[in-house]
Structure formats: structure tokens, C-alpha cells
């Protein structure tokens, strides 16, 4: 049973190592769970208030989407950083450079490491994604006119070298654990969208693709970015007068109109999902959901149990699961709470 498009019930996330974070717009309530090596499941859900509420302006369309993109990043960062303590195993002993960095800016150090993998995160990904194809870019414009097909070519570049990157990770044992539960993760979003009850033999019979997937929101960043681009050369010649850009000059150009592109994809993303089943927009979303099939896996029931007992804590929120936790289902205590918790159960 797999279904084509999805209801508004944008309950979505991300899978982690060993588990899946699920998120909830209806009340803000993000939910972590992971299953740990004594098979038993973790679970930590907390409330995060939207951005928009305290800035309207931010939940305006197109703007919304670059914002989202900024926080997504940051609290996929965190949810990384949380779920690998929840399952409770050893972390990779800070550099020296981030223990004098910690020591200097008077910061956690675990903040220090956080922030360290986010600067080299996004170094990685303006070289491979902005500056490789502005390279080839540059250089096809000393020998092709046409605008649109330097940026097509370019787009097309761009593209390969992320299936390249995906191929190449999910042959790394973790990372195809990782794609198994985003596997999961989509399944159990379509078996909450369709009102089912949340069970790994509900969630089974669906698909492992889904349109509002980060991945499809990825491809049609690149897709995007094509045409944006080449609107944004088009209008650089008639205003300034500029044939041809520089390398710098087209990498300045990338990231100054990401924010538009950003915006603009995740307008479309969203419409795909809910545009019905029309050919046109199966045929709009199927690029996206082929790139899927290179970082979802199909789950086991194990898994599929995670994401269910994630999903269940981001639908009830922070106050509710803790007192209706499944049987085989731990609430998670961070460093934080639990000496406070331990202190009161001595007393």
C-alpha cells in the first residue's frame, strides 16, 4: 500500500544512528527515540517554540523556507549530538584544537565539537556543491553563449556529484542502518497519515519514498537553482552589463540567491505534497522520490518499533508520554535532569 500524496499532518524528521527524531508543527514537540544495545527503546520528547511566533514575518512564505533550512541544520546537528548520548556510547575524544578553543571562548567543549563538525559540514558542502560546478560553469561560458545551458550543465554537475556522494556513504555499515531507519521514519509517517493504527505490520505495508522528504527537497534545490540562476545572469547583463562571469564573481552569485532558492523549493516541496495525484505532479515529484531509493532502506520491525515510539512522543507531546510510555519504552533523562531525578529517589 503506498500512497501517492500526503494529508496536512506534516509530522516528519530525521533518521539518526540507531534511531529516529520526529517532529510536530501542531504543538512544537520534537521527539528523539533510539534503541540501545540492551535492545531496549529510549525515548526523550521536548517542546520547541516556532521561530514565527516571536517573528510573524519569519513564517511568510519564502521566507520560511530559507529560515527553515538554517534550523534544520542546527537542530540536526543537536539531534545528533543528543541521540549519540541516549544510546550511551563513547563519543570521539575532543581535538586539541577544540579543548584551547573551548578553554579560550570559555565554552562547553561539547558545544566547541558542534559547532567545529557545522564549519566543516558547510566547507565541504560549498566545495563540492558551489564551488566544483562554478568551476565548470566558468569555464563552459569562454566557450558556450547560452546562459541557460552553462547553468544546466553546471545543475547537472551539481546533481551527480550528490548521487555520487549518497552511493559512496551507503556503503559504510552505519550509514546504511541510518538509511534503514529513514526508511522507517517515511513509513511510519504514511501510517500516521493515514489514520492507522501506529504498528510495525501497519507501517510495513507502505512505502519507504516520501514527497516531503529532505532528499527531494535537496533535488529540487538543484533543480531550482538552474533556472534561478540563470534569470539572476540574465539579469546581471541587462542591468550591468555583464557577459561573462568570473569564477569568484559566479560563486558570489550562488550564494547570494540561495536564500531565494531555498525559500522558492520549499514552497514547491511543500505544494508537491499536497497537489493531489494529477500526472503533471506525479511526474514533478518523481525525480524526488527516485533519489529515495539511494538513502532509504527497507526496515526491520525492530526499527519500524523506534520510529513508532517516536512518532507517539512528538503526537502527545513532552507532559503526555511521559506517563503513557509503551511497554519496552524508557523515558530518557539527560545529564541535566537526571542527578536531581537521582537525588529525590535517594531521599
Not at 15 to 23: D, I, L, S, Y
Not at 61 to 83: A, Y
Not at 123 to 128: D, I, K, P, R, W
Not at 326 to 333: A, F, I, L, N, R
Request: include cysteine.
Amino acid at each position: 500500500m503506498a500512497r501517492k500524496s500526503c494529508p496536512y499532518k506534516d509530522i516528519g524528521g530525521q533518521a539518526v544512528m540507531e534511531g529516529v527524531m520526529m517532529q510536530s508543527p501542531g504543538d512544537e514537540s520534537i521527539a528523539i527515540a533510539v534503541r540501545r544495545p540492551d535492545g531496549k527503546i529510549y525515548v526523550t520528547c521536548d517542546h520547541r517554540e516556532p521561530i514565527s511566533k516571536k517573528h510573524p514575518w519569519m513564517g511568510k512564505p519564502v521566507i520560511r523556507g530559507c529560515v527553515n533550512m538554517v534550523l534544520m541544520l542546527k537542530m540536526g546537528m543537536e539531534t545528533l549530538d543528543k541521540s549519540t548520548k541516549m544510546l550511551g556510547v563513547l563519543e570521539e575524544e575532543p581535538s586539541r584544537f577544540e579543548k584551547w578553543l573551548a578553554k579560550k571562548l570559555g565554552a562547553d567543549v561539547d558545544k566547541i565539537v558542534m559547532a567545529v563538525a557545522m564549519v566543516l559540514a558547510l566547507v565541504m558542502s560549498l566545495g563540492l556543491f558551489m564551488a566544483i560546478p562554478s568551476a565548470v560553469a566558468t569555464a563552459l561560458s569562454h566557450v558556450i553563449k547560452s546562459r541557460l545551458l552553462v547553468n544546466l550543465i553546471a545543475g547537472i554537475v551539481r546533481i551527480g556529484i550528490l548521487v555520487g556522494y549518497m552511493v559512496a556513504i551507503s556503503f559504510v555499515p552505519d550509514i546504511k542502518r541510518v538509511f534503514q531507519y529513514h526508511g522507517a521514519e517515511h513509513k511510519t509517517v504514511y501510517c500516521n497519515e493515514a489514520d492507522l493504527p501506529l504498528t510495525p505490520a501497519n507501517a510495513r505495508t507502505f512505502s519507504r519514498l516520501h514527497p516531503r522528504c529532505g532528499t527531494a527537497f535537496l533535488f529540487l534545490v538543484m533543480f531550482i537553482s538552474i533556472l534561478i540562476g540563470s534569470v539572476a545572469d540574465q539579469l546581471l547583463f541587462l542591468l550591468f552589463g555583464i557577459e561573462r562571469l568570473t569564477f569568484l564573481g559566479r560563486l558570489m552569485r550562488s550564494l547570494l540567491i540561495l536564500p531565494v532558492i531555498s525559500g522558492v523549493s520549499y514552497e514547491v516541496l511543500k505544494g508537491l505534497a499536497h497537489a493531489g495525484d494529477a500526472w503533471y505532479v506525479r511526474a514533478l515529484r518523481w525525480p524526488g522520490l527516485m533519489m529515495q531509493y539511494l538513502t532509504t532502506r527497507e526496515p526491520d520491525d525492530e526499527m519500524l518499533e523506534v520510529a513508532i515510539a517516536s512518532m507517539k512522543a512528538a503526537k502527545a507531546g513532552p507532559l503526555a508520554y511521559a506517563q503513557q510510555l509503551d511497554e519496552g519504552v524508557v523515558q530518557w533523562k539527560d545529564e541535566e535532569t537526571a542527578p536531581a531525578e537521582a537525588a529525590k529517589e535517594k531521599g
